[in-house]
């Protein structure tokens, strides 16, 4: 009887590679040309916003004789006393309601067209998406004078509302657009679950498309609020009176009434920017989110 000699083999080891010494170098330093690339970025950002804002507290002289880079010898706000006495805190009174009333006109209109276009199969809620869409081409500036003769012929002329109305019309087409393939990223068995519990459309429009649909209307709602915050064509061509001027007009009229203070022109434009600026840094997830597609999910 032969017995085996041979060695048995141990467990089998794990081969480890060692990574490569450039992977090694590009895990350590990261994105060279990536960072240089973010470096240029935040220094065309920064710089006009420094610009801005430093030569907001300078005086005339120094502002016009002096360099826009260098930090203000003797700052003032004097500049910004000038404007909020020249009508300023009306104007912006305006535009916040411009802008608020524009994003409530179209979330109340666009989510449901945008669910019945999401869950209607027919051919008239498909002619009526197409409709919508096609508002996507259109610029204002070839409907301005049927536009200005409509507004005028409802007596809605210098005021308020014939801002607000036109503006809400044109954001439609996108908003519609954003919310109906937000809507779409909900899944079908959940419309199916609450259909078989009983529910009705208008009760899965409130309880599911709505709370999945949440980015979307984010989306829609700083959408629609950057355009009515700095929309300038229907205040100039729909307005003509003092209590009635939005910022952007009034900013036009402070090139024009202070065209030689340059450093009140730019307080006015710090002073109209910090709002809007304030409610993109809160709600810019949420804008990047809904435009990429991602929805409520």
């Given at each position: 009887m032969s017995i085996d000699t041979r060695p048995v083999a141990g467990p089998t080891q794990p081969v480890t590679r060692s990574r490569p010494a450039s992977a090694r170098r590009r895990r350590k330093w990261g994105?060279?040309?990536?960072?240089?690339?973010?470096?240029?970025?935040?220094?065309?950002?920064?710089?006009?916003l420094y610009t801005l804002i430093s030569s907001s507290l300078m005086h005339q002289d120094e502002a016009l004789n002096g360099d826009p880079l260098a930090v203000p010898t003797n700052p003032t706000l004097e500049n910004y006393r000038t404007v909020?006495?020249?009508?300023?805190?009306?104007?912006?009174?305006?535009?916040a309601i411009v802008a608020v009333a524009t994003v409530a006109i179209v979330l109340l209109l666009a989510v449901p067209v945008a669910y019945v276009a999401v869950r209607t199969r027919s051919r008239l809620s498909s002619l009526a998406f197409r409709t919508f869409l096609l508002g996507v081409a259109i610029p204002a500036q070839a409907v301005i004078v049927p536009l200005y003769l409509l507004i005028s012929k409802l007596g809605l002329y210098d005021s308020l509302p014939a801002i607000i109305l036109p503006t809400a019309a044109f954001a439609m087409p996108v908003a519609v657009l954003i919310l109906s393939g937000t809507m779409?990223?909900?899944?079908?068995?959940?419309?199916?679950?609450?259909?078989?519990?009983?529910?009705?459309?208008?009760r899965m429009l409130w309880q599911l498309a709505i709370p999945m649909s949440k980015g979307g209307i984010s989306t829609v709602a700083i959408y629609t609020a950057l355009q009515a915050w700095n929309g300038f064509l229907f205040p100039l061509i729909l307005t003509q009176s003092e209590e009635n001027r939005v910022l952007t007009l009034g900013l036009f009229n402070f090139m024009s009434q202070f065209g030689m203070n340059i450093p009140a022109v730019l307080a006015a434009?710090?002073?109209?920017?910090v709002p809007i600026f304030a409610v993109y840094l809160v709600a810019r997830k949420?804008?990047?989110n809904g435009l990429m597609g991602v929805g409520g999910k």
């Open positions: 994105n060279p040309l990536a960072g240089l690339g973010s470096l240029v970025w935040l220094l065309i950002v920064v710089v006009p909020l006495d020249s009508g300023f805190s009306t104007m912006l009174t305006n535009t779409r990223d909900v899944s079908e068995e959940m419309y199916e679950a609450m259909a078989l519990d009983g529910a009705t459309p208008l434009i710090v002073l109209s920017v949420a804008l990047v």
